[in-house]
């Protein structure tokens, strides 16, 4: 019942937000400000990493 309240996903963030979805699939205080952000870094690190050949990341 009450186990909606999440923390950001943007490390710089961290603010509480209450998730209202259905599925509960938000992951951002706000999908228009962090969660343009974050898709925005991982399109551009993924862009960057593409040339790797999928290897897998040394770090996470
Ligand atoms: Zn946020």
Same mark, same amino acid.
């Given at each position: 019942m009450w186990g909606r309240l999440k923390a950001c996903d943007r490390d710089t963030c961290l603010w509480a937000?209450?998730?209202a979805s259905r599925n509960q699939a938000r992951r951002w205080c706000s999908m228009a400000g962090c969660g343009s952000v974050i898709k925005t %870094? %991982?399109?551009r690190r993924k862009a960057k990493d593409g040339d790797t050949g999928g290897h897998p990341s040394v770090r996470g």
């Open positions: 937000y209450w998730d %870094r %991982r399109a």
